[in-house]
C-alpha cells in the first residue's frame, strides 16, 4: 500500500509538470498565432492605404518596369521622387522597408535602392500575392536595412499583398511587400505569456495541493477496504469449494485449460466420456484429444474466444479406444489466481446426431417423393391432354353437323361433353403446369410486348362467362401505364385468366373488375376484384395452396390450382400478391411487378 501510495503522488506531479508544459506550448502558440493575425492585418491595411494615396505615382513606373533593364530601373529619374512620396507617407509608422514588384517579378521600387532591379519570380510569397493571396512571416533579424540605413537586434514582420486596380475589385496589377517592425508588440506579447504560464502553474500548484489531500484521504479509506477484502478472502476460499463441488458433479464434461491448450484440470464426467484418468489427462494437450483434421477448425474458434471471450462449437474428440465422439462444446474465459483460463464445457451429442441422421434421411426420401409426384403429374398430364383434345375436336364437329344432323337431346349431350372436356382439358393444364414449377422447369422468356392487346385477348376470353352468369365485367389501364411494358406475356395471361376466371366462378351478380395502373416509377399493379362471397379470415392463407378449395364450394368445377399457379408465378416473377376480403362483399387481389422500361431491353 505505501509503494501504490508514493507511486500516486510521483506520477501524479510528473503528469502535473507534462501538463504545464503543454499549457505553455498551448499558450505560446495562440500568443504567436494573434500576433500574426494582428500584424498581418495592418500590413494589408497600410497595403490598402498605399493603393489609395500613392499607387497613381507608382502605376506609370510599374506598366514600363517590364521594358526597362535592371540598370534603367535603379537609375529612372522618377526614383527620388517616389522615394520622398514613400517618406512622407510612412512617416511616424513602423514600417522600416516597403518594396514594389510587377506582375513579372521584377523590384520595381524598394527603400533600399540597390535591390531595386532584382527578381523575385521563384519567391512563394510574391507568387502566393501574385495570386490573390496573402503571405506573411515573422522573423528575428540581427541587423536590417531600413532606408538606406542599418538597424539591430529587432523583431520584424514581412509580408506580401496583392496590389489591385480598383480597391479590391480591380484585377491584380502589382505586388506590395511590407516590413514591419514589431519588436515592441513581440516584447509584450512575451511578457504576456509568462505572465499566463506564471498563474498556470500557480493554479496546478493549488490543485496538486488538493488533489494530495483527496488522494490522502482516499488511501486511507483504500487502507481500509483492503482489511475488508482480506475478511472476505475466507468466504471466497468457501465458495471455491462449493464450485468445486458443482465441477465434479456436474452432468457435462468439464476441462480447465490455458491458452496453449495444456489441460489444468478435468472432471470426473469428461474422464468417463473419454476413457482417461485424470492424471492421464492432466499430462496431455487438447489437441491429442482431437483428429488431425480438426487443426484449422480449433484455430479459427480460438481467434473468435480471444475477440469475444465466448465460444460454441461442434466437435469430434478422440476416446481412448480410438473411437470418435461428436461433441458440442461451449469456451469461456475467466481468470483465476491471476491467469486467464479456459473452461470447456462438453456435451455428448452422439444421439442427438443420430436423431439428425435419421431426420436428413426422411427429408430426402420426402424430397424423392416429391419428384416423383411432380414427375407423374407432368407424365399424367401430357398424357391425358392427348385424348382430350381430340374428344373436344370431335364432339365439337359432332355438334358443328360436321357428322350430320343432331337432334335436341343429341346437341345438348354434344354441349355437356364438350362443357366437361373443357372443365377437364383445363385442370389436365394446370396440372401440367404445376408439376414444371414445381420441378422447376419453368423458365420465364420475358419480351417487350404491348399491354392493351394482352388485355384485350384476355377480356374477350371470359367475357362469355362473365355475359352468361349476368356478371359486369370491366377492364381498364391506367393512361399513366407505358404502351409496352417488358415481361412474360405468356404466363402474365395466365395470372390474368386465372383470376378473372376465379372471380366470376364465385361472383352470383355484380361486378369483376380488371384495373391495371403504375405504382410509383419501377412498379406496376394488376387488381382484380369482384363482388362475390368473399373469403373467410381463416382460408386467406390457405387458398395459395395447391389442390385447396373454401369447404362448401366443391361443386364448384375447378383444381384448386389457379392461385397457387399464380402466387408462384408473380414470385417468379420477383412481385408479391395481396389479398383482400369480407365475406359476402366480395375479394380483391392486388399483384405488383417489377416495372422495366422496353428502351432497356430494345437491341
Known amino acids: 500500500m505505501i509503494k501504490l501510495r508514493r507511486y500516486f503522488f510521483i506520477s501524479s506531479f510528473i503528469s502535473f509538470i507534462v501538463i504545464a508544459l503543454l499549457l505553455g506550448f498551448f499558450v505560446r502558440q495562440t500568443v504567436r498565432t494573434n500576433l500574426v493575425e494582428t500584424a498581418e492585418s495592418k500590413n494589408v491595411a497600410l497595403t490598402q492605404a498605399f493603393s489609395n494615396f500613392l499607387w497613381p505615382a507608382f502605376a506609370p513606373l510599374v506598366a514600363e518596369s517590364a521594358t526597362l533593364t535592371p540598370e534603367a530601373l535603379q537609375h529612372d529619374a522618377r526614383l527620388p521622387e517616389l522615394y520622398r512620396l514613400v517618406e512622407e507617407q510612412l512617416n511616424d509608422l513602423s ?59 529587432l523583431d520584424v514582420f514581412s509580408s506580401y499583398v496583392p496590389i489591385y486596380a480598383n480597391g479590391s475589385s ?30 498556470v502553474a500557480v493554479l496546478l500548484g493549488l490543485l496538486f495541493a488538493f488533489l494530495t489531500l483527496i488522494g490522502q484521504r482516499t488511501f486511507n479509506i483504500v487502507q481500509g477496504q483492503y482489511e475488508a477484502i482480506r475478511r472476505n478472502e475466507q468466504i471466497l476460499q468457501e465458495s471455491e469449494e462449493k464450485y468445486s463441488n ?32 485424470r492424471e492421464e489427462l492432466l499430462m496431455m494437450n487438447i489437441d491429442q484429444l482431437h483428429p488431425e483434421n480438426a487443426t484449422q477448425q480449433i484455430r479459427q474458434h480460438t481467434t473468435h474466444l480471444r475477440q469475444k471471450g465466448l465460444a460454441q462449437f461442434e466437435i469430434d474428440f478422440l476416446t481412448r479406444d480410438g473411437d470418435l465422439l461428436p461433441a458440442e462444446v461451449s469456451v469461456t474465459m475467466f481468470e483465476l489466481n ?31 417423393a416429391s419428384q416423383m409426384k411432380s414427375q407423374l403429374l407432368a407424365n399424367v398430364s401430357h398424357d391425358l391432354r392427348t385424348p382430350l383434345n381430340a374428344i373436344l375436336g370431335y364432339s365439337e364437329m359432332l355438334q358443328a353437323g360436321v357428322y350430320g344432323t343432331l337432334s335436341g337431346q343429341q346437341q345438348e349431350a354434344t354441349s355437356q361433353i364438350i362443357d366437361s ?48 352468369k349476368g356478371l359486369a365485367l370491366h377492364c381498364t389501364i391506367a393512361p399513366e401505364m407505358p404502351t409496352q411494358i417488358y415481361g412474360d406475356r405468356y404466363w402474365l395471361r395466365q395470372i390474368l385468366t386465372n383470376l378473372l376466371g376465379n372471380g366470376i366462378k364465385f361472383t352470383g351478380e355484380g361486378f ?31 387458398v395459395f395452396e395447391p389442390f385447396w378449395q373454401v369447404p362448401g364450394e366443391k361443386k364448384k368445377l375447378g383444381s384448386g ?38 428502351a432497356e431491353y430494345v437491341g
Do not use: C
Open 246 to 277: 458443482l465441477f465434479q458433479q456436474s452432468g457435462d464434461g468439464i476441462f480447465l485449460l490455458d491458452w496453449h491448450g495444456r489441460i489444468h484440470d478435468a472432471n470426473l464426467r469428461i474422464e468417463q466420456m473419454l476413457g482417461y484418468e
Open 512 to 542: 369483376v373488375d380488371l384495373q391495371i395502373y403504375p405504382s410509383g416509377p419501377a412498379e406496376w399493379v394488376i387488381q382484380v376484384s369482384d363482388s362475390g362471397v368473399g373469403i373467410a379470415p381463416a382460408a386467406r392463407e390457405m
Open 170 to 199: 480591380g484585377p491584380i496589377v502589382g505586388v506590395f511587400e511590407v516590413y514591419d517592425d514589431v519588436t515592441p508588440l513581440v516584447v509584450r506579447t512575451n511578457q504576456l505569456q509568462w505572465l499566463a504560464l506564471g498563474v
Open 338 to 368: 491471476g491467469e486467464q483460463v479456459l473452461q470447456g464445457i462438453v456435451r455428448d451429442i452422439r444421439e442427438r446426431r443420430r436423431q439428425e441422421q435419421a431426420l436428413r434421411h426422411a427429408r430426402d426420401e420426402a424430397l424423392a
Open 561 to 598: 390450382l389457379g392461385l397457387s399457379i399464380v402466387r408462384q408465378l408473380v414470385t417468379l416473377m420477383n412481385g408479391r400478391i395481396d389479398l383482400h376480403s369480407e365475406v359476402g362483399q366480395g375479394t380483391t387481389f392486388v399483384i405488383t411487378l417489377p416495372l422495366h422500361p422496353v
Open 421 to 468: 372436356t373443357g372443365h377437364l382439358l383445363n385442370f389436365v393444364n394446370n396440372l401440367l403446369d404445376q408439376a414444371h414449377i414445381e420441378g422447376g422447369r419453368l423458365k420465364l422468356n420475358p419480351r417487350p410486348f404491348p399491354l392493351l392487346d394482352l388485355v384485350q385477348e384476355v377480356e374477350e376470353l371470359v367475357r362469355v362467362l362473365a355475359e352468361a
Open 95 to 153: 514600417v522600416v522597408k516597403i518594396k514594389v514588384y510587377n506582375l513579372e517579378g521584377i523590384t520595381v521600387f524598394s527603400t533600399e535602392m540597390a535591390q531595386i532591379g532584382d527578381s523575385q519570380l521563384d519567391n512563394v510569397g510574391f507568387l502566393a500575392a501574385r495570386s490573390g493571396g496573402v503571405a506573411s512571416e515573422l522573423t528575428h533579424r540581427e541587423t536590417f536595412s531600413a532606408f538606406e540605413q542599418e538597424i539591430s537586434d
